[in-house]
């Protein structure tokens, strides 16, 4: 049975029960730096001692010493995509796929050139990865990634929120700008940020079409309003 089957934690004589999970419960670690679940219920850890998985009853720790493919055990990044894929950056910035068992370290045979930053999936799983060298896409059917050359040609990318279709949301040193997979259009000039030019570190998209920002205060923006 699952950990979604599981968690249902009851106490009759409290109106909420707090279970704490540690070393001595079987986490290689305490110290996690993220935590997602897949479309299976399994809950999965980011630690500096590799990978965990919790069933609901034991965790389980992949790492460098047991599992092929994973190089470092120091996880500092990590993202859910359909299909139960979870994608990694470790501590030296390279990215990282696991899916059934396996993990696969992508190099720049596979199209990741600088040092990896942040990953961002969208709801239909397009896999985006912001490095020091610029955005790439991944490409399923080639199990690479590709360099966005046209988002990468005139500017610094900082965030970005993808909105599917292989279109985004993105900001950067010239403010936030769109994507829609073939041309870019500026929404706001970094000069009209109330933040200042201080660099973006979070960027959602709302229902209600709201962009919000955040880095040195938050700030949201309408383009229809």
């Given amino acids: 049975m699952l950990f979604q089957q599981q968690a249902g934690f009851v106490d009759v004589s409290a109106e909420y029960l707090v279970r704490n999970y540690t070393v001595e419960d079987g986490l290689p670690v305490n110290a996690i730096s993220d935590i997602v679940q897949d479309e299976d219920g399994y809950l999965y850890f980011a630690t500096y001692n590799g990978l965990v998985r919790y069933d609901g009853y034991e965790f389980t720790t992949y790492n460098s010493s047991n599992s092929e493919g994973l190089e470092s055990d120091r996880i500092v990044g990590m993202a859910m995509a359909p299909s139960n894929t979870i994608w990694l950056i470790d501590e030296t910035t390279k990215v990282i796929s696991y899916k059934d068992g396996s993990f696969k370290t992508y190099t720049e045979s596979d199209g990741v050139t600088g040092s990896a930053e942040y990953i961002e999936i969208s709801e239909d799983g397009d896999v985006w990865v912001v490095t020091s060298k610029g955005l790439l896409k991944f490409n399923p059917n080639q199990n690479s990634f590709e360099q966005q050359s046209e988002l990468n ?47 973006i570190n979070f960027i959602t998209k709302l229902s209600n079409g709201d962009i919000w920002m955040a880095s040195n205060g938050a700030f949201s923006f309408n383009e229809n309003t």
Wanted: no cysteine; charged share 25%.
């Fill in 153 to 199: 040609k005139n500017e610094s990318i900082w965030r970005v929120s993808p909105l599917g279709n292989g279109k985004l949301l993105g900001v950067s040193e010239n403010g936030l700008f769109k994507w829609d997979g073939n041309k870019t259009k500026q929404l706001l000039p970094i000069e009209d940020f109330p933040t200042g030019k201080s660099v």
